[in-house]
T-cell receptor
């Protein structure tokens, strides 16, 4: 099982749609979880952290299920500008440098159509 | 003012050559990274330095040698380039271990290396 797995998509949705992405991780000791966004031919940028109790930032909601080892990202009222690749990111447990080795999923490509 | 800047942005070179990519950050971060993103878009860590000290060294051919002259700079030198080295190389930085932002990376714009 890969360390971090995501459905690569592509997801094609109309403007205004709600879309959800899931991501599973293999290391049950993983401590920190994030969603990053990468536009075409650009660098990844932090979208949001994922907290144990779930968290929301505007139209974006992130949730963590430690028992099933997955995290999710929900985007409501999709905009054209949401078109990007969404990367699930996990840090391993442990101390020292290894805990800063962010492991990226391959990403899920989202295209929002007019 | 660019937070994490890397040069060159594009690099096209022949197999067997040696090349360097430079990275600088003005965020005051203690930790810097090199990531490689291949043609399948998989982003994989190569190295990380915290305050000039190597803390992460993944299984990378020893043709790749990072150097951190100070905590604001992390360069990557690649010897004897191979076709499989073609990728986008991203530099990134974050706060140091133990800080709230230790896992929040700011990436540079990437350096696209093409080996012919």
């Amino acid at each position: 099982r890969k360390e971090v797995e995501q459905d690569p998509g592509p997801f094609n949705v109309p403007e205004g749609a709600t879309v959800a992405f899931n991501c599973t991780y293999s290391n049950s000791a993983s401590q920190s979880f994030f969603w990053y966004r990468q536009d075409c031919r650009k660098e990844p940028k932090l979208l949001m952290s994922v907290y144990s109790s779930g968290n929301e930032d505007g139209r974006f909601t992130a949730q963590l299920n430690r028992a099933s080892q997955y995290i999710s990202l929900l985007i409501r009222d999709s905009k054209l500008s949401d078109s990007a690749t969404y990367l699930c990111v996990v840090t391993p447990g442990g101390s020292g440098g290894s805990n800063y080795k962010l492991t990226f999923g391959k990403g899920t490509l989202l295209t929002v159509n007019p | 003012d660019t937070a994490v800047s890397q040069t060159p942005k594009y690099l096209v070179t022949q197999m067997g050559n040696d090349k360097s990519i430079k990275c600088e950050q003005n965020l005051g971060h203690d930790t810097m990274y090199w990531y490689k993103q291949d043609s399948k878009k998989f982003l994989k860590i190569m190295f990380s330095y915290n305050n000039k000290e190597l803390i992460i060294n993944e299984t990378v051919p020893n043709r790749f040698s990072p150097k951190s002259p100070d905590k604001a700079h992390l360069n990557l030198h690649i010897n004897s380039l191979e076709l499989g080295d073609s990728a986008v190389y991203f530099c990134a930085s974050s706060q140091g271990p133990g800080n709230a932002g230790a896992n929040v990376l700011t990436f540079g714009a990437g350096s696209r290396l093409t080996v012919l």
